[in-house]
C-alpha cells in the first residue's frame, strides 16, 4: 500500500515539474494550484529549517549557522523584478554556487534529490527516469519559490 502512494506522489512530482516547465502553454487553474502544493511541500521538507516556514531566512536552524540564510521571498527584487527560474534551478541542484568565492553553505539537493530518486525508481513498476524525478521535485520547488515573491 505504501509503495502504491510514494508511486503517486512520485509520478505527481514529475507531472507537476513538467508542466510548470510548459505552463506558458496554459495548464488549468487545478494543476497550477497542484504543483504549487508539491513545490510547497518540497520546501518545507527541505528549506524551511533554515529559511523559516515564511522564506525570510528565520528557520530553527538559522541561528547556529555561520552565514544567515537569505530572504527567498526578495528573490526578484535583485533580480531586477524577474525570477530567474533557471538560476534557482542551478543553485538547488547544485550547478551554480551561491557564494563564487568559495564553497556554498548551503546544501546541494541536486546530489541528495538524485539518491533519493534512483531508490523510488528501483521500487516502482513503472519505467521512471531518475533524472525526470529529480527534475519534477527541483521545478515544483522553483515554481513554488517564483510564487511567495514580494516587493
Same mark, same amino acid.
Given at each position: 500500500? =505504501?509503495? #502504491? =502512494?510514494?508511486? =503517486? #506522489? ?10 510548470? &516547465?510548459?505552463? !506558458? ?5 487545478l ?6 502544493k508539491?513545490?510547497e @511541500? ?9 529559511h523559516? /516556514?515564511? /522564506?525570510?531566512?528565520?528557520? $530553527?536552524?538559522?541561528?547556529?549557522l555561520? #552565514?544567515? $540564510?537569505?530572504?527567498?521571498? =526578495?528573490?526578484?527584487?535583485?533580480f531586477?523584478?524577474?525570477?530567474p527560474?533557471? @538560476?534557482i534551478?542551478?543553485v538547488?541542484?547544485g550547478?551554480?554556487? #551561491?557564494?563564487? @568565492?568559495? %564553497?556554498?553553505?548551503? $546544501?546541494?539537493?541536486? @546530489? ?12 516502482? $513498476?513503472?519505467?521512471? %527516469?531518475?533524472? /525526470?524525478?529529480?527534475f519534477?521535485?527541483?521545478?515544483? &520547488?522553483?515554481?513554488? !519559490?517564483?510564487?511567495?515573491?514580494? %516587493?
Amino acid at each position: 500500500m =505504501k509503495t #502504491i =502512494k510514494r508511486s =503517486k #506522489i512520485i509520478i505527481a512530482t514529475v507531472v507537476a515539474g513538467c508542466g510548470l &516547465l510548459f505552463s !506558458l502553454g496554459g495548464t488549468s487553474a487545478l494543476e497550477q494550484a497542484a504543483q504549487l502544493k508539491l513545490g510547497e @511541500h518540497e520546501y518545507m521538507n527541505n528549506c524551511a529549517a533554515c529559511h523559516g /516556514a515564511d /522564506a525570510k531566512g528565520g528557520g $530553527p536552524v538559522a541561528a547556529v549557522l555561520s #552565514i544567515k $540564510p537569505n530572504d527567498l521571498t =526578495k528573490i526578484s527584487k535583485k533580480f531586477s523584478g524577474k525570477f530567474p527560474a533557471e @538560476h534557482i534551478y542551478k543553485v538547488i541542484d547544485g550547478r551554480e554556487m #551561491i557564494n563564487p @568565492h568559495g %564553497d556554498t553553505n548551503m $546544501p546541494v539537493w541536486g @546530489h541528495r534529490y538524485m539518491s533519493v530518486a534512483h531508490k523510488k525508481a528501483e521500487s516502482v $513498476p513503472h519505467e521512471l %527516469d531518475t533524472q /525526470a524525478l529529480v527534475f519534477g521535485r527541483i521545478t515544483s &520547488l522553483v515554481g513554488y !519559490l517564483e510564487s511567495i515573491q514580494t %516587493d
